[in-house]
């Protein structure tokens, strides 16, 4: 699979990048933390796991540039310390992309998710010109669904992923996501 470059965007608190080698320990110890995958499809259950799916999915977040779009890993601009990731993934069964992210415990409570999510959004937008974007949430994950609603998510029902019940939401081009300033405009 060819890989393209992964672009790397900085907000006020953040550096976005493509993930290397060097995230493996990082990723797999925020893999296996019960309270960080609790929400995660498999959840507590496959932490025993976590350093194989640290290489797995590290792998794809990079193969997964080669359309053109992906996950960044997440890094703390004043530390320059791994803190979670955060992207946009084309679903296996429909024609959509979904904003995700993840943080590590030590990351949560201070805005990071929605920094990190508001970027990819703006990236998915005014760079890739995409006219939607979605995104699911298990309904109990109250962390999650304040994140998605504060970068101007619109809740669009309830449904099953990955055969858990979620509630998805979903933002069109025009209705102006989140950025570190507020609401955005839309694109002109």
């Given amino acids: 699979m060819v890989r393209k470059q992964v672009p790397q965007i900085e907000t006020a608190r953040l550096l976005l990048r493509g993930f290397t080698d060097a995230d493996h320990g990082a990723y797999a110890a925020m893999r296996a933390d019960p309270d960080v995958v609790r929400f995660l499809p498999g959840g507590e259950a496959l932490v025993p796991f976590a350093d194989e799916i640290a290489t797995s999915r590290i792998k794809a977040f990079r193969d997964g540039w080669s359309r053109g779009f992906g996950v960044w890993a997440i890094e703390a601009r004043d530390t320059g ?13 429909s024609a959509d992309v979904e904003v995700l992210y993840g943080l590590t415990r030590a990351a949560w409570g201070r805005g990071y998710a929605r920094e990190a999510a508001g970027a990819a959004l703006t990236f998915a937008f005014d760079v890739l010109g995409l006219a939607r974007v979605v995104a ?18 619109r809740r669009i ?32």
């Fill in 157 to 188: 029902g309830e449904t099953t992923y990955n055969d858990f019940p979620v509630i998805g939401y979903a933002i069109n081009a025009g209705d102006g996501p989140m950025d570190e300033e507020g609401p955005g405009t839309p694109p002109t």
């Fill in 136 to 153: 699911f949430v298990m309904p109990e994950n109250g962390a999650s669904v304040e994140v998605l609603e504060a970068i101007g998510m």
């Fill in 81 to 93: 310390g791994f803190i979670g990731y955060a992207g946009l993934a084309k679903m296996e069964r």
